[in-house]
């Protein structure tokens, strides 16, 4: 996030860069979805790493992109706030409808938020392992102590270590 800007502003700044003209409807709709509507006025300083994090989903979103690149996104928050990130990034999932490709180095983050997990090799990077994820959908924290995710986790785990060893 520019830290000269408002949170609106970064929001907005997509559109800017685009050419195009803001469409002040589409940022505050985002930024009512990622639940920082009340802090469109404030500055990154003054904001907590979850919240700056939101903001850059509302940006990266504004423009109806067809996908959505993420490269470790909640990899510098606590195991709290990442969880509830996790937890929300599913809900704007579900609202927004697009097609994402997390890269993320947590297997628990990875099958909790994933229709498949694709398990890469260590240099070079090549595909050793592609999973499907039959978890339901929406999934809550309740699915964390399922014996399924655990299942898949643990497989995924292996799988890893078979990689890297």
């Not at 830290?3 to 195009?20: M, T």
């Amino acid at each position: 996030m520019l830290p000269w800007l408002s949170v609106r502003d970064n929001v907005a700044l997509p559109f800017r860069v685009a050419g195009r003209p803001v469409d002040a409807v589409r940022v505050d709709e985002l930024l009512a979805l990622v639940g920082m509507a009340e802090f469109a006025a404030a500055r990154p300083q003054q904001l907590s790493g979850g919240m700056r994090q939101r903001v850059a989903i509302a940006r990266a979103l504004v423009l109806h992109p067809r996908i959505l690149l993420l490269d470790e996104p909640f990899g510098a928050l606590d195991a709290v706030t990442r969880r509830q990130l996790n937890i929300e990034l599913q809900r704007i999932w579900s609202t927004q409808r697009i097609t994402t490709v997390l890269v993320t180095h947590s297997i628990d983050e990875a099958v909790f938020l994933g229709d498949r997990v694709v398990v890469m090799s260590p240099r070079p990077g090549r595909i050793c392992r592609d999973a499907p994820i039959p978890l339901a959908r929406p999934r809550g924290r309740d699915v964390l102590s399922d014996a399924t995710f655990h299942a898949l986790t643990d497989d995924l785990s292996r799988a890893l270590d078979d990689v890297t060893t």
